[in-house]
């Protein structure tokens, strides 16, 4: 979610894909996928990285990288086993641009940005500062100028995180003002009918009680992966990654989906899905305590890594879905994951 508005991140850093043992709920026990950095040093870097979304050829990604008060786009490309220096993405900046997020097939890009623009109703007044959702469309020569998105999706000025469904449906979080304890998010969908984006229309499940942020939407919307703060009991205070299963034009209960070293303290959000369906990407902020029992040796190292990717910034992990659905006791993952890959048809804008 947008950084302005979250605690400070930290960072955890963990193996590679493995299972561990964690006591979750009442006193039983489950097997819970632990989570791997994802491209560190290059992607997660020593900045403050959101989590990525790729081109259909899953070969080329973009993600925002926050530099204190601006976040930029960037854009990389896999090459081989590794991916290139990151390079900033032909349509963002100057202004704060974050959140980017690919429709299935690669021709639209929503993201969230804070720019000026001319009104279209009254063309002589000097352009204004406006944020929210907007939109750039695939060109032969890359990418279009950026394009503002309707009223009916920037519904207020806190519009955030947007994910695109098959059909050209844009979920995004919004909250219509900031109190003393910050925006109140909520969870909303807009409907692309007709060549038009309908007025959005909160979640059933996000009735503003819990503080509902950074939702992705699965290509078919058979599931929508979110973060959420106030429904784990108890509160730590943290976000952490839930999933909502659709139950025929509705949605059924919100399952949270717990991993291995979930409750570190810190907040998981940003969710995107790879292109196959079989990976989850996510930022969080996690970082173990420093055990100042270590010989010199390895502090030596532990440096090394900070100066790289591990100082306590945001940066991009992954854990693998189906396991994780499975894991946290939703049995029908395999075919949900499946079905969520249906191809969308190509007469679709996005």
Avoid: C
């Amino acid at each position: 979610m947008n950084k302005r508005f979250r605690n400070a991140r930290r960072l955890v850093s963990m193996a590679a894909f493995s299972l561990a043992a964690t006591a979750w709920g009442d006193s039983s026990a489950a097997l819970f996928p632990a989570p791997m950095i994802f491209a560190p040093g290059v992607v997660s870097g020593p900045q403050n990285d959101g989590a990525p979304t790729f081109t259909p050829d899953a070969r080329t990604i973009y993600f925002e990288r926050s530099y204190g008060h601006r976040s930029i786009i960037f854009e990389s490309r896999r090459i081989g086993a590794t991916w290139s220096k990151p390079q900033v993405a032909s349509f963002s900046g100057p202004w704060s641009d974050q959140h980017p997020t690919l429709s299935p097939n690669g021709r639209l890009m929503v993201f969230a940005s804070t720019r000026k623009q001319v009104s279209t109703e009254h063309p002589n007044d000097p352009p204004k500062t406006l944020a929210g959702l907007w939109s750039v469309q695939r060109i032969k020569t890359g990418w279009s100028e950026p394009v503002r998105l309707p009223d009916t999706v920037n519904i207020s000025n806190l519009v955030f995180k947007p994910s695109i469904a098959g059909n050209g449906d844009v979920y995004f979080m919004s909250a219509a003002s900031s109190g003393a304890d910050g925006p109140n998010w909520r969870l909303f969908h807009s409907a692309w009918v007709d060549g038009a984006y309908q007025t959005a229309q909160p979640l059933s499940f996000s009735n503003g009680t819990y503080f509902d942020v950074d939702p992705y939407i699965a290509p078919d919307q058979s599931y929508i992966v979110f973060s959420s703060r106030g429904r784990r009991s108890p509160d730590d205070g943290h976000e952490h990654l839930y999933v909502a299963l659709r139950e025929g034009k509705d949605w059924g209960a919100v399952h949270p989906l717990r991993y291995a070293g979930d409750d570190w303290g810190a907040d998981d959000g940003e969710a995107q899905v790879s292109p196959d369906g079989m990976t989850l990407y996510f930022s969080s902020g996690r970082q173990p305590a420093v055990d100042r029992t270590k010989p010199r040796n390895q502090m030596l190292a532990d440096i090394a890594r900070s100066e790289a990717w591990d100082n306590g910034n945001t940066n991009v992990w992954t854990l693998p879905i189906r396991l994780l659905f499975e894991a946290n006791g939703l049995s029908s993952a395999s075919v949900l994951i499946d079905h969520a890959l249906a191809p969308a048809g190509s007469n679709v804008r996005s």
